[in-house]
C-alpha cells in the first residue's frame, strides 16, 4: 500500500512539473524549493516524502576536492 502512495505522489510531481514546470502543483508533496547549488534541496520519496539538503554532501566534496588537486586548482 504504501508503494502505490509514493507511485502516486511521484506521478503527481511529474504530471505537474510536465504541465507548468514545477513540481509544486501536487497536493500530496510538501513544498519543494528550486534547487540550489549552494542550498542543494532535494525530495525524498520514501515512507514519508520529505525535503532535505546536500544528498551525500561529504561524498561530493571528497571528490570535488580530488579532481582540483588532480587538475592542480588546489
Known amino acids: 500500500?504504501?508503494?502505490?502512495?509514493?507511485?502516486?505522489?511521484?506521478r503527481?510531481?511529474?504530471v505537474a512539473f510536465s504541465r507548468?514546470?514545477?513540481?509544486?502543483?501536487a497536493d500530496v508533496?510538501?513544498?519543494w524549493p528550486r534547487f540550489t547549488?549552494?542550498?542543494?534541496h532535494y525530495l525524498?520519496?520514501?515512507d514519508s516524502i520529505a525535503v532535505?539538503?546536500?544528498l551525500?554532501?561529504?561524498?561530493?566534496?571528497?571528490?570535488?576536492?580530488?579532481?582540483?588537486?588532480?587538475?592542480g586548482w588546489e
Open 1 to 10: 500500500e504504501s508503494d502505490l502512495a509514493v507511485a502516486h505522489a511521484m
Open 12 to 14: 503527481q510531481a511529474w
Open 20 to 25: 507548468h514546470g514545477d513540481p509544486n502543483g
Open 29 to 31: 508533496l510538501p513544498t
Open 37 to 40: 547549488a549552494s542550498e542543494g
Open 44 to 46: 525524498e520519496f520514501g
Open 52 to 54: 532535505h539538503q546536500h
Open 56 to 71: 551525500r554532501r561529504d561524498r561530493l566534496d571528497l571528490w570535488e576536492a580530488e579532481a582540483r588537486r588532480r587538475r
